[in-house]
């Protein structure tokens, strides 16, 4: 009986035992299976991935075959390339040089921030116009003097107290032409300025810091141009 009993309690312990081992082999199966499957679809996402499964806000890009596939270093020339032609063709912020000479007046800001202006009311493209007084030709003078301090800097128009100027800048090794109007008001004892980008939709602060340079050079009395 005693022996009988022995058995049974073994039998017991060793079925236990046995559906516990195959239990655990079965969750590692499992969790083996989860990994496999999972990295077979991000293989298969890498190799199907293409050129032409990305869409480009840029009206004027070709996209590659389907099927061309791409290795890391080729996407982040890809995204350098999307940047710099971004920049250049995503929205035009400001009219011409010969339609700035023509209207002879500041128009508004556009919504992309790159541009700022001291007609503008809003905090993106808001600034304060430079404090000046004194007579028209003297104002402009260091007004002129001013602005073509700041290399790459080319005065396109000079009327009374109107001033336009043209500014290249670089981004990646790609030249930029930005504008800055300029419209003395002595009644106001003010001049009220423009800066926009020609092209592209964000200018980092350039053309706010652009027009607090002008301001601190003009409140310097730099007369040597």
Not at 90 to 99: K, L, R
Not at 188 to 193: D, F
Not at 202 to 216: A, L, T
Request: hydrophobic residues 35%; glycine residues 4%.
């Amino acid at each position: 009986m005693k022996r009988q009993a022995f058995f049974q309690k073994k039998n017991l312990h060793h079925r236990l035992f046995t559906e516990k081992k195959h239990k655990a082999t079965d969750e590692v199966l499992k969790e083996n299976i989860f990994r496999r499957n999972l990295q077979e679809n991000k293989t298969a996402m890498l190799r199907d991935f293409s050129f032409s499964s990305i869409v480009f806000p840029i009206p004027f890009f070709t996209q590659l075959p389907y099927g061309t596939s791409m290795t890391s270093q080729s996407l982040l020339t890809l995204l350098a390339v999307w940047i710099c032609l971004g920049l250049c063709s995503c929205v035009t912020a400001s009219d011409s040089s010969s339609d700035l000479s023509k209207r002879r007046r500041f128009t508004p800001c556009p919504s992309s921030p790159n541009c700022v202006s001291s007609y503008a009311t809003d905090n993106t493209h808001r600034i304060a116009a430079i404090e000046a007084q004194g007579p028209v030709p003297e104002v402009m003078a260091r007004l002129k003097a001013a602005i073509t301090t700041i290399p790459q800097s080319t005065v396109q128009q000079e009327d009374g107290n109107y001033i336009h100027a043209t500014f290249r800048v670089k981004f990646l090794f790609i030249p930029f032409t930005d504008d800055v109007e300029c419209l003395y008001s002595p009644e106001q004892s003010k001049i009220h300025i423009r800066s926009a980008s020609r092209s592209g939709y964000w200018d980092f602060g350039v053309n706010r810091q652009r027009v607090e340079k002008i301001r601190r050079l003009f409140e310097k009395g730099v007369t040597s141009f």
